[in-house]
C-alpha cells in the first residue's frame, strides 16, 4: 500500500520542492497550509505575511500541479495562545524569545502532527533544511545539520521527540545550495520558483517589537531609567520591551563612548548599559532542555554551542542537572547571552539537545 505523507506547505518554494520529492519517492501526499493569523486583526498590510492569499494560492498551485490533494487548516487561535502570547509575555518578562522556535514546537509539531494522524498520514514532511537519521549503535532517532550549512535550520527543531523525529522527514537536507532547490522548482513548473523567502517574524515584518507588542495588548509600557553598571543615571528608556541584551543602536543617548544594554532590571523598570567588555560570559543554565542524541547523561559532556541562530559554535561543557535543567560552561567568554533565546549543543553535526536560556 502506498505510505502517506502530509506536507507543510507555506507557499514558498522551500516546502512545494520538498512536497515534489516526495511525490517523486513514491508517496502519495497531502498538502496542507496552516491559517495562523488574520492580518487585520495585527494591524499588517494584506498580502505582506506568510497568511496572505497569495501565499495560499502559490501552495494550492503546486498541489494542484502534483496531484495532491490541499487543505488550509485555521490554527488562529492556537497561534495567538501558543506563539503572540509566549512572545509578548517572554519581553514583558525582560526576556528576548525566539517565536520562530515555538511556531516549530507548537504548530508545525504538534497541531499539524496530530492533524497527519487523523488524515491517516505516516510522516510530516516540512521545507526545513536539516536531516533526520536513526542510528543503530545509539538505538536512537537523531536530528542533523542540513548539508547547506548557510541555510541550517537545527537550530529551531531541538525540541524535538523520538517519535516526532521518527515521523519527519526534511528532504532538503540533503542539498547543499538554495539555488539547487529554484532549478529543481523552475524544472517541476512552480510558479513560485524564485519567490522571496519569508520573514524571520511573520507577524512584525518591520522588526519593531515594542510597537507590535503595545499595539497587540493594548498596553502601555512606562518609560524609566537608563543606568551604567554602577547606577548612575544616563538618560530616559521608552519602556523596557524596546531593548534586548547586546544592542547599542537605538537606544536615543548621546554617549561619549559606545554603550550596550548588558541587563534588564523588570523589577526597578532599569535597563543596565556598559562597555562591550560587559557582554561577555562563560556560564548559563538552560530549562526545559531536550536531549536528542542521549538519554539524561550522568556526566559532563563536552560540545560546541550556539547562543543564537546566527552564533558560531563555541566548544563548551554541558552538564544535566534535575528538573530538566542543563548547565553549560564555555571555554572562552561569549558575546550577549540572552535569556529567553534557545542554546543548542552540537557534536559534530548532531544536534545533542537544547533549551531555553534562563541565566546568564
Known sequence: MERRAL????????SSVAAALMREAGYECVG??????????????????????????????????????FYVFNFTDDFSRQVIDRFVQGYERGATPNPCIDCNRYMKF?????RARELDC???????????AY?????????????????????????????????????????VSKEEVRVLAERYGFVNARKHDSQDI??????DYGTFIERYTGKTYPRGAFVDT?????????????????QRKGLGLALPAPMYV?????????????????LYSRELMAENFNWIACQYPTEPLRVTAKTRYHAREAAATATALPGGRMKLVFDEPQRAITVGQAVVLYEDDVVVGGGTICEA
Open 7 to 14: 506536507i507543510g506547505m507555506s507557499g514558498g518554494v522551500d
Open 122 to 132: 505516516d510522516l510530516i514532511v516540512t521545507g526545513h533544511y536539516a536531516q533526520v
Open 32 to 69: 496542507v497550509m496552516m491559517k495562523l493569523f488574520q492580518n487585520e486583526l495585527l494591524d499588517l498590510p494584506k498580502g505582506h505575511t506568510c497568511c496572505s492569499l497569495e501565499d495560499a494560492e502559490d501552495a494550492r498551485s503546486v498541489a494542484y500541479r502534483l496531484g495532491m490533494k
Open 202 to 207: 511573520c507577524f512584525v515584518p518591520d522588526g
Open 110 to 114: 504538534a497541531r499539524l502532527y496530530h
Open 262 to 278: 548588558c541587563r534588564k532590571d523588570c523589577k526597578e523598570n532599569k535597563v543596565i548599559l556598559s562597555a562591550e567588555s560587559g
Open 135 to 175: 542510528d543503530e549503535t545509539r538505538g536512537r532517532w537523531l536530528l542533523k545539520k542540513a548539508k547547506n550549512r548557510d541555510k541550517d535550520q537545527s537550530y529551531v527543531l531541538y525540541f524535538m521527540n523520538q517519535d516526532q523525529l521518527a515521523h519527519t522527514r526534511f528532504p532538503l537536507g540533503e542539498y
Open 230 to 246: 554602577e547606577g548612575r543615571v544616563l538618560g530616559e528608556h521608552r519602556g523596557m520591551i524596546r531593548y534586548t541584551i547586546g
